[in-house]
């Protein structure tokens, strides 16, 4: 069989890769949810941190693509309602990975550059298998036991105390300890507990786990601790949050520390002096993983130093000073049932998988995506095939986990195709409303026309509008708009502020639905008037434009002030998008009749004619949009598209009119530096370029790569060059590197 080629994000065009998030990220949305909130993940980790990896490295070559609020930059979930919150005092953050020897080369790489050691340096790490169980964060205070909190979200989790006071690993109060200790670390069970607690299932007829996480998990967050009493449940300590005093100087250190408190540390994790050694214990565990008697899926490295962990620091989501070293990936054969067509917020019509369920490195597979028409055909941009064949629903098709993608289909079994299997046609009209689907020249998504007029589109942007990151409604999720919707009540944003005028009182009322009552009732309402005010930024976020994450939303609107600040300047900025995507346009086809020619490009001779009919107000406004940082052209065309749609227009009135929004928060001005944009140029002596610009962004500035007349302060090392004159020239102030130490307090 011919292995499906994988298209290298470094051979992407902005089309398919447009296209490949497009696809992939509602995919690892549900994978996310599955995995940490119901505790029944639909793919294995290997597949959810490959699916990561890929959308990632996508985004980092298309950072125009990448939304604000990227699936990439979240860790775990929501913690569900069924427990209380507790927020955590340092945040639990995932981890990137490591998938071959290059990976763990440049993981090495990337560490000696930041702090500036030379590739001979030593440099000690430590490396521990990467258990398969839920994360967990206990609290010590006096040395007794407080709470035990899941991650959640990473910032906030839930409050399983109680269940976690049944745990035989975990110690009810230690002595000698910290004032304050976190302990964090991994609920698990073994096998063999997990076999005879699956055989105890059957014989009460009770549910029957797929695997030994999502029982570890489905164990801990019981509602009632009794049950979890009842199960095998096992605890590794690997970490620490908040201490009032350090656990050692080094990890391997703090880890014996922990282990004398009381707490099972992993017997195998060792300490490693370089890449190499961390590649041998790498291979050493994988051999011997099957004798472990619990699952892992790969290994832990990370710096040893603590010291260094502190210098190298965060990035939003994971830690610079670690890296998880993923085992390879699983495949297997199954059949292909049918092929769904979904039609997402933005109405791109997206093709799943419908699968024979197959079991894969533990996990039941029984969906997979299926990209767009040409994944279907079996063919990659240029019309290259992929794959044995195309796709046929009763197809024999191999189903492949984690590498550069997640659920796919790898190959087809041509020769074991039905007689009556036919191709497949994509459609032409969206299933969900009947407009015409449209395929843009160079695109590879094909989208819904229909807008707000589509129901699919509709009820996903209202889901998106009342979101926690948006304007977060108490008493209004997914269900509840899913419901108004049906029956009519709900069918824009703004509906939802006239629900209680509407729906309020009388027969056809909130109150006399079923599962509601008077108080509930009342409550939704206290909810949505209380949103009224909500603030610019998430009024902004919930609009759901495409590309306008929450970060561009904070941004427009410390930009902005207000609403109507914010409309005007968009309405002046509408001719110019236009004549912006003709320019783009004419470009293109200039490049390629010159290249047919074999002569030169004259792209000045067709952007002139077309910018030179633009006024100078509507020039004016779109250099404002798109001179904000963080927004750029792609963005900026999103939003001129939304405010120059008249139906999309006609709604966002209609909702304007019923909101009074609140002005956005002043950044905070408790450092001298908070809301200036700061460039750093030539050489850093002192601290490394990586460390400045973290110390920057810590203390509330933007940085920038290049000086303009928004430049509030340039830092300058030696052969700072032409940045440098640009600054004298527009009169910036400038620092060397002793003046921004001083001014800072950065090491």
């Known amino acids: ?48 941190d490959a699916l990561k990896r890929r959308i990632a490295a996508i985004e980092a070559r298309f950072p125009d693509l990448k939304p604000d609020d990227s699936i990439t930059e979240q860790i775990g979930a929501a913690p569900s309602d069924g427990f209380g919150k507790i927020r955590h005092s ?56 407080v709470h035990a909190v899941t991650r959640g979200n990473g910032e906030v989790g839930e409050d399983v105390t109680a269940n976690a006071r049944t745990i035989a690993d975990i110690p009810q109060t230690l002595v000698d300890a910290p004032d304050v200790l976190e302990v964090r670390g991994e609920v698990y069970m073994t096998h063999a507990d997990f076999a005879a607690l699956n055989a105890r299932q059957t014989a009460a007829n009770s549910k029957v786990f797929a695997n030994p996480r999502n029982a570890a998990a489905g164990s801990l967050r ?50 490693c002096s370089g890449p190499d050694d961390l590649l041998a214990q790498y291979a050493q565990i994988a051999a011997t993983r099957a004798d472990l008697g619990y699952d892992i899926d790969g290994v ?10 502190e210098r190298l620091g965060v990035r939003s989501t994971t830690p610079r000073w670690a890296i998880a070293h993923k085992f390879p990936a699983e495949t297997a054969w199954t059949h292909l049932e049918g092929i769904d067509i979904q039609v997402g917020r933005t109405g791109a019509l997206s093709p799943v998988a419908r699968l024979t369920p197959i079991t894969v490195g533990g996990v039941v597979v029984s ?40 659920p796919k289909v790898r190959d087809v079994d041509v020769s074991a195709r039905p007689a009556d299997a036919v191709p497949f046609v994509f459609p032409k009209i969206c299933p969900e409303c009947g407009s015409p689907a449209q395929r843009d020249p160079g695109e590879s998504v094909r989208r819904c026309t229909g807008g707000l007029i589509c129901p699919a589109q509709r009820v996903a942007r209202l889901k998106h509008f009342v979101s926690r990151g948006a304007m977060d409604i108490d008493g209004l999720g997914d269900k509840e708009i899913e419901r108004f919707h049906d029956l009519g009540w709900v069918c824009t944003p703004a509906d939802i502020f006239i629900l209680q005028a509407r ?45 306008l994450g929450e970060v561009a939303g904070r941004d427009l609107a410390r930009h902005f002030g207000d609403w109507a600040r914010f409309a005007t300047v968009a309405d002046a900025a509408i001719p110019a998008a236009e ?42 406004a779109w250099d404002e949009l798109t001179g904000i940082d963080g927004v750029g052209a792609t963005l900026a065309l999103a939003i001129c598209d939304a405010m120059g749609a008249a139906q999309e227009r006609a709604a966002i009135d209609a909702l304007m009119a019923e909101l009074d929004p609140a002005a956005p928060e002043a950044v905070a001005s408790a450092s001298p530096i908070a809301g200036k944009t700061v460039v750093f140029s030539g050489t850093l002596e002192r601290v490394t370029r990586a460390e400045a610009k973290a110390r920057a962004e810590q203390l509330g500035a933007r940085v920038s790569g290049s000086v303009s007349a928004k430049t509030d302060l340039l830092i300058a090392g030696p052969g700072a060059g032409s940045k440098l004159l640009k600054a004298a020239e527009l009169g910036i102030e400038t620092l060397d590197e002793a003046g921004w130490i001083a001014l800072t307090g950065n090491r």
């Open 1 to 48: 069989m011919a292995r499906e080629r994988d298209i290298a994000v470094d051979d992407l065009t902005e089309a398919q890769a447009r296209s490949e998030l497009a696809a992939l990220g509602p995919v690892l949305a549900q994978a996310n949810t599955a995995y940490h909130s119901a505790d029944d993940p639909v793919m294995d980790d290997a597949a959810f």
């Open 90 to 145: 340092v945040r639990m953050l995932s981890l990137g990975n490591a998938f071959d020897t290059s990976d763990v080369q440049d993981f090495d790489a990337r560490i000696r550059r930041y702090l500036d050691l030379k590739p001979d340096a030593p440099l000690a790490y430590t490396a521990e298998p990467k258990i398969d169980g839920l994360s967990l964060s206990l609290r010590y205070e006096a040395g007794a036991l």
């Open 222 to 271: 019981q509602l009632d601790p009794t049950i979890t009493a009842a199960r095998p449940l096992r605890f590794f300590a690997y970490a620490w949050g908040e201490v009032s005093a350090p656990l050692a100087d080094t990890q391997f250190g703090a880890l014996e520390r922990l282990a004398d408190l009381g707490f099972s540390t992993n017997p195998v994790t060792r300490r």
């Open 300 to 309: 832990v490295y990370k710096v040893d130093n603590l010291k260094l962990q």
């Open 367 to 406: 969906n997979a995506t299926l990209h767009n028409e040409d994944y279907i055909a079996g063919r990659d941009a240029n019309g290259h095939p992929i794959r044995s064949g195309d796709l046929r629903v009763g197809d024999r098709v191999e189903i492949y986990r984690a590498g550069d993608v997640i």
């Open 503 to 547: 729906h309020g009182s009388g027969l056809k009322t909130v109150a006399n639905l079923e599962g509601w009552g008077e108080i509930s009732a009342s409550n939704l309402f206290a909810g949505i008037e209380a949103a009224r005010t909500q603030g610019l930024a998430r009024v902004l976020f919930g609009l759901g434009i495409r590309h």
């Open 579 to 620: 004549a912006h995507r003709a320019a783009e346009a004419a470009i293109i086809d200039e490049r390629a009749a010159a290249e047919a020619a074999g002569r030169r490009a004259r792209l000045s001779d067709v952007r002139t004619p077309i910018w030179s009919a633009v006024s100078d107000a509507a020039r004016a």
